[in-house]
Every structure is written in structure tokens, then in C-alpha cells.
């Protein structure tokens, strides 16, 4: 019997699933969720690059994202920042850590002289924004790529391979798969993997709450994360048409 409260096992996901295509506008889009944690992911195309890759002379094109919270995102309603004139230093951290992980695994030069952006907006949170985030900004990067390379706009696939996000922790339940916010509020430990479809390690941000994380829970945490994150790629392939 498991000790999670939600019932499940200590290496089972909450359910996931993805709507792609829910923006007419966007070049590529979906509608991501985890359980509760629900992210809507658009990727659009501006025909330039930032000024500083000018005078830099860098060649190829940019990517870059930007991450929101819905005013009634949360329990309680929240105030949107641009009202207060600036970002929280956490919306900037997980802006810079979506388009971490999205650069990681592509080839900017082969985008040519423009910048994709990616924006991850959550409509309701219940643990892992970042994570969903990041998983579902890989589908509507690549449904983006796939309409600019049915346009000829782009000749060759920039994408090296597919990337996916999952956070683990450490619980009263022992190491455990996907937190919801019940488990993350009260973890002894909570980590987030960003890692390839290779299993190369994009990041891994860990933090222990009470005690240091022991090396055993930590090799478990990865093990779950690395599992888990062959089960999202699979379901990015069938969103994006790819899966075999």
C-alpha cells in the first residue's frame, strides 16, 4: 500500500497528458498537464535577433523564454508582477532555466536570423510548474520547427534531440517520482532533472529541507527521474507525431 497521499506508487507519475495546436497564432503550441499542474506553451518566431548577438557577430539565430503564473493560478488569487513593475527573482529563474534547458539541444545556427520564444504561461499550479513547463515548451519549440521547415524557412532540423523535465524528492514515502504540491510543501528533499532523450544531464537542481540528501536517496532520485523522463519523451513523440 503506498504511503504517498495521493495514492500512488513511489515511481508513478501523476497522470499527463497534452493538447497540441490550441493557439491559432503561435507557430507551435500545447496545452501541458501534470495532475492539477496545468501549462499552456507557445512558441513564436520574431524575424531578428537580439542586438547584443550583433555586435557580438555571432552567427545563427536565439532562444529565449519567459514563465507566468495566472492570477488564480494558486489557492489564492496573486498579483500579476507586471503590476508591481518588475519580476520575482523565482519567474526569472525558471525564464532562464526553460531556455537552458531548450538551447541545450539545439542548433542555433541552423535557426538562422531569428529568435524563437518561447512562452510558458500556468493556468493552474499544484506542484512542478517548472517541470511541466520545460516538457511541454519542447513540444510546441519542436511543432515549431517542423511548420518553419515545411515553409523552407529553415533547411535543416536545428533540434539534436528531444529533452523533458521531472521533479523527484525525498518523502516520508522514501524517494519518490513527480511531487504535487501536498508532497513538495512537506519533502525532506526536492530536486528537478532536465535530461535528454541520451541521457545526457542538462540540470539538476537539489535541496535538502531538513537533513543533507544521503547518497543513496539522491542515486534513487536520479534513477526515478531518468525513467521517467524516457516515459516523457515517448508521450512528446506522440504529440509531436513522432513516435514509432
Known sequence: MSNRPSGRQNNEMREISVETGINDYAEGSCLISFGGTKVHCTASIQE????????????????????????????????????????????????RLIGRALRAVVDLEKIGGRTIWIDCDVLQADGGTRTASITGAYIALHLCIQKLMMEGKIKQNPLREYVAAISCGVTEAGPVIDLDYAEDSNAIADSNYVITETGGLVEVQSTAEEKPISEEDFTAMLNLAKNGIQDLIHMQKQATGQAR
Open 48 to 95: 531578428m535577433v537580439p542586438r547584443w548577438m550583433k555586435m557580438q557577430g555571432k552567427k545563427g539565430g536565439w532562444l529565449t523564454a519567459e514563465y507566468g503564473m495566472l492570477p488564480r493560478s494558486t489557492h489564492e488569487r496573486i498579483d500579476r508582477e507586471a503590476s508591481k513593475g518588475k519580476q520575482s527573482g523565482r519567474t526569472i529563474e525558471i525564464s
